[in-house]
């Protein structure tokens, strides 16, 4: 009887997680760059793509891997994604301080209209969302040699 509860248990957490793309069996020794690309075994791998940055945000955000396909991280309301410069700018929420891990293992941000002390995750391998609290927040800093910033000229 534990062991159905434990596979049912299993089950539904593994059905609430919000996985916006497939796994990529191909992440794998990747290495993220300061222009946001993905490399992977020495192959472009994905690219974050900041649209309409400002000094240390993104008005959206999201991941273009090498098989063609764009998972959105952050698209406000407003946003036209096949025209960025010409969405409205309305007081809608960005996204603050968008990094990435160096071995591209995980991209973490705030969104402007979040809980204060509340970072979103997203991980490129599994495409699964995700949230980490300020301590978690330091240990991601403190990773190897720290982040990438994902915001162009940073």
């Not at 698209?75 to 096949?82: E, L, N, R, S, V």
């Not at 002390?117 to 969302?129: I, S």
């Amino acid at each position: 009887m534990k062991k159905i509860f434990i596979g049912v248990a299993l089950l539904c957490a593994a059905g609430c997680m919000k996985r916006m793309t497939r796994f990529r069996g191909d992440f794998k020794d990747c290495a993220a760059s300061n222009d946001g690309a993905i490399v992977c075994r020495g192959q472009p791998a994905a690219q974050v793509e900041c649209f309409r940055p400002r000094s240390n945000s993104c008005r959206a955000m999201a991941v273009r891997y090498a098989d063609g396909e764009r998972v959105w991280i952050f698209q406000p309301m407003g946003f036209d994604p096949d025209d960025p410069e010409a969405s409205s700018e309305e007081e809608s929420p960005v996204i603050l301080q968008p990094e990435m891990a160096r071995d591209a293992s995980l991209i973490w941000y705030h969104r402007s209209n979040g809980y204060q002390g509340v970072w979103e995750t997203y991980d490129p391998l599994t495409g699964v969302f995700g949230e980490v609290d300020a301590r978690g927040l330091m240990r991601l800093r403190q990773y190897e040699e720290g982040p990438v910033s994902l915001v162009p000229g940073k």
